[in-house]
């Protein structure tokens, strides 16, 4: 069976957490079919890569709305280009348009993974303007018309349905992501510690995520104001949608380091093996997102035996287990937030056993081999 996976993001231009998925999951897939990714930006030296796209040059420009017409310029060359593939695997409504098209082109089935939705980012408009209705008809074009639909988590399936109930909930497939546990284990190392001035003899709190509107970095900046003072608070956050939100976070993080020490800002995007000894000695790890499918950086951190702190949206409360690898708390509650992060702070034994736990329970449920062996059968009930 010859797969052609249509993706933004690819190793190792990757943002976020659908460009980890698909890096893990073509990894995996390959090794039991013919697999073949067809990805924005440069060439990549990877055996899997069968082509790269670059927008139209014709639509450079600054406008907000070419955010969103940029990407259909590439969905076209990727439906052109994919007409001998048995199943089109789409992720992204970056992608989606793509995915559709080589559907109604070559009659191929075309399966799509919901990484998020339009309609439950509406902050998005902030960022593409007149684009936000272009991407969010994009994506319901696609979702209405897949053969299938895979949703990375059940409260994710939930709000498809919600969004769109017009989908026959059937051809809805619940598959978690996957992590690779060998990549995202205890690290004892310091030198990426070091390197950011950041005390391994201290409790440490930390974030690692985008600055988007999805996120919640205001919530964790103005719970921060109640962490434990012994605490360091570090912050791996970058890559902002929008002058606003970074002015926001910047006027935040500033506030914070007048009233206490310890707030370390890498505002560079680590590679995992410089990442997973950050999170190795942190203490606690806060995920403070409004909204979140699934939420990969959960099990980054479990895998690295660290407890965590989330809010209770979307599929987070499929990761983390409450009172077994971590404690969840409302979204959009800075205090219940910091009243969590101190509970463990205070109670090193508590963080540690949540610590093992999260780890024992990322090698149980979510490795890639199970992703794509579910992925897989997917596809064969499909062709």
């Not at 139209?56 to 420009?61: D, E, K, S, T, V």
């Not at 109604?104 to 919901?114: E, K």
């Not at 410089?274 to 950086?297: D, I, K, M, N, Q």
């Not at 809010?311 to 009172?323: D, H, K, L, N």
Request: charged share 20%; aromatic share 6%.
């Amino acid at each position: 069976m010859r797969v052609a996976l249509l993706t933004r993001e690819y190793p190792p231009e990757v943002y976020g957490g659908a460009g980890v998925h698909v890096g893990g999951l073509a990894a995996e897939l390959g090794k039991r079919l013919d697999v073949e990714v067809h990805a924005f930006g440069m060439p990549r030296a990877d055996e899997l890569v069968a082509a790269t796209y670059q927008p139209w040059a014709a639509l450079a420009g600054d406008a907000p709305e070419l955010g969103a017409l940029r990407p259909l310029s590439v969905a076209l060359a990727m439906a052109g280009a994919v007409g001998h593939a048995d199943v089109i695997h789409s992720h992204t409504w970056y992608t989606n348009l793509g995915g559709h098209l080589a559907k109604l082109a070559h009659g191929i089935p075309h399966v799509l993974t919901s990484h998020s939705l339009e309609p439950l980012r509406p902050w998005k408009a902030e960022q593409l303007g007149g684009g936000y209705a272009v991407s969010s008809w994009v994506e319901r074009t696609a979702i209405e018309s897949a053969d299938a639909v895979i949703a990375v988590s059940e409260g994710m399936r939930g709000d498809i349905l919600a969004c769109y109930p017009g989908v026959n909930p059937e051809r809805v497939h619940v598959i978690h992501n996957g992590i690779d546990p060998g990549l995202w284990r205890p690290d004892g190392g310091i030198g990426t510690l070091e390197e950011h001035g950041i005390d391994p003899g201290r409790p440490t709190v930390i974030f690692v995520g985008r600055i988007t509107r999805q996120k919640g970095v205001p919530d964790l900046l103005r719970a921060a104001r109640g962490f434990d003072p012994a605490a360091q608070l570090v912050l791996c956050a970058g890559a902002p949608d929008t002058p606003e939100i970074a002015a926001e976070v910047r006027g935040l993080v500033e506030v914070l380091r007048a009233e206490r020490q310890g707030v370390v800002w890498i505002e560079e995007m680590l590679p995992p093996q410089r990442l997973r000894e950050l999170l190795t000695h942190a203490t606690v790890f806060v995920c403070p997102s409004v909204y979140e499918p699934f939420g990969l950086v959960n099990l980054e951190a479990m895998a690295c035996g660290t407890a965590v702190v989330a809010t209770r949206v979307g599929g987070i409360p499929e990761i983390v287990r409450e009172q077994e690898t971590g404690l969840l708390v409302p979204p959009s509650d800075p205090q219940a937030m910091a009243n969590a992060v101190n509970r463990l702070l205070a109670d090193s034994a508590m963080a540690n056993a949540f610590g093992q736990a999260g780890r024992t329970r990322v090698e149980a449920n979510f490795t890639w081999s199970a992703v794509a062996d579910r992925t897989t059968a997917l596809y064969a009930s499909l062709t």
